[in-house]
């Protein structure tokens, strides 16, 4: 397997590309320069040839100060690290400055180099070509991402340039998939650096940094994972941005795909309420969760204590998540934030006898019972397993449809305290029996306390109104 980056300067097409190849759309893609930020992995299968795919921000090789510099050493790594590199220009602007700088570049490198000559659709490929010749790159192709001409010649030649010098790491399959997510700018990034231990994200002091959910692969005392980095999602008001939607939407789709999330709160900053809305969508998914209160190096030892009674205070409704504390920056905290998300992972994919369940299901019920409604107490027959991340509890029983939702969490926390699960949400789902002789078109009859004093009272008019009708007979 061979690794193939795609390079180029900003907005000529690269992501659009990597889409199209991956068939997927995983990179961020709007007509706006610096879009992409940082490396973008993908895998992509032609002809039984596997190729791991890296998309790169816009490559400005003169930019020595900024974002544009950190961009930049990005897409050096990526060229470092592939085998063969995809240089994309826009054949509509034609040959731009920069263009030439990205070539001086490449060519000091011994690496397979294609030439891709971008957004061609509806032009003489002849004529566009001829203004890139000066490059002097050898292997040269007129393309189109947004419309796919061009591309299954690439793949063609991709092929044929598959000698596989070198093996590069392939993507954990069946690992763990860890989502970092926090409001912007409070060590996302660093955070994963961190733990990854390279310069993988860029990492600079200025809010909405990262734009795009990118996920790494590392592997922690033997354990693999899966990690991805987030945008930082702030208040809605505050969204003004298009990019930064788009980013908000990328944030929330990696979050429903993973098994542990991670949110970064900065102890500089407290508990915002935007920290407790993306707890808040975090439990409505169902995904375990680890709490991690950053930068906590730069606080003193009075202000860790108000931070502590904060988080008592206003996240009372998450006391099953582990609160770790840690400084991403000074690497400190970090063994012991991973095993709080090992943790969370096992309590999410734990499996439970069915004689276990019943039993719990049996103290939870001589603990408390369901209050009786409508002159009928519900009853809660029996329970199983009923689906893993979160673990699901199903219970079956009669008159379960009126049971309020306060004693649906009653029994959540009782199962989860039980079975001794950490960081990890629990569901309860309840079903009602159905009795195999009744019609199901018949109206359910009820029974109890209720009815019985209705009939009663129905049977007592009924003798006033014959006593009634003997007298006036007489």
Not at 98 to 113: F, G, L, M, S, T
């Amino acid at each position: 397997m061979i690794s193939v980056a795609i390079v180029g300067r900003p907005n000529v097409g690269k992501s659009s590309l990597f889409n199209r190849l991956t068939k997927s759309r995983d990179a961020l893609v709007a007509d706006l320069p610096g879009l992409t930020r940082d490396r973008h992995y993908g895998k992509i299968t032609i002809e039984d040839a596997q190729f791991i795919l890296v998309d790169t921000g816009g490559f400005e090789p003169k930019k020595k100060i900024g974002i544009a510099k950190k961009m930049a050493l990005q897409t050096l790594l990526a060229i470092d690290e592939c085998d063969v590199i995809l240089f994309v220009v826009d054949g509509r602007e034609g040959l731009h400055p920069i263009d030439q700088h990205i070539a001086d570049v490449i060519r000091k490198n011994d690496k397979e180099k294609i030439l891709l000559i971008n957004k061609t659709e509806g032009m003489q490929h002849e004529i566009v070509g001829a203004d890139f010749y000066s490059l002097g790159f050898k292997n040269i192709l007129s393309i189109s991402s947004a419309h796919g001409e061009g591309v299954g010649l690439l793949k063609e030649l991709l092929v044929d340039l598959n000698h596989q010098d070198s093996e590069p790491q392939s993507i954990f399959k069946g690992a763990p998939k860890i989502t970092i997510v926090g409001r912007p700018n409070v060590g996302k990034s660093t955070l994963v650096n961190a733990l990854v231990g390279e310069e993988r994200f860029i990492v600079f002091d200025q809010a909405g940094t990262t734009r795009d959910a990118v996920s790494v692969d590392f592997d922690f005392n033997g354990d693999r994972f899966v990690l991805t980095d987030t945008a930082g999602i702030r208040k809605k008001g505050k969204v003004f941005e298009t990019v930064e939607k788009f980013s908000v939407l990328k944030t929330l789709a990696a979050v429903e795909s993973s098994d542990v999330i991670i949110l970064v709160i900065d102890s500089s900053g407290g508990i915002a309420t935007q920290d407790m809305h993306l707890i808040g969508f975090i439990l409505e998914t169902g995904k375990s969760i680890v709490i991690a209160i950053n930068k906590w190096d730069s606080v003193s030892a009075y202000e860790r204590e108000a931070i502590k009674n904060d988080i008592d205070l206003k996240l009372p409704f998450v006391n099953f998540a582990e609160k770790v504390f840690i400084s991403a920056l000074k690497e400190t905290g970090l063994k012991g934030l991973m095993r709080s998300v090992i943790k969370a992972y096992e309590s999410s994919s734990r499996k439970f006898s069915t004689p276990q369940i019943n039993e719990v299901l049996a103290n939870a019920i001589l603990s408390h019972q369901p209050k009786i409604i409508k002159g009928i107490r519900p009853k809660l027959k029996f329970a199983h397993q009923g689906g893993l991340n979160p673990p699901t509890i199903i219970i079956h029983g009669n008159h379960l449809t009126d049971i309020r939702k306060d004693y649906v969490r009653y029994l959540e926390t009782f199962f989860r305290k039980a079975f001794n699960l950490v960081g990890t949400p629990l569901r309860v789902e309840l079903k009602n029996g159905k009795n195999p002789y009744q019609d199901e078109n018949e109206k359910v009859k009820k029974t109890g306390l209720v009815t019985r004093r209705r009939r009663i009272d129905d049977f007592r008019k009924k003798i006033k109104e014959r006593k009634l009708a003997r007298s006036t007979s007489q």
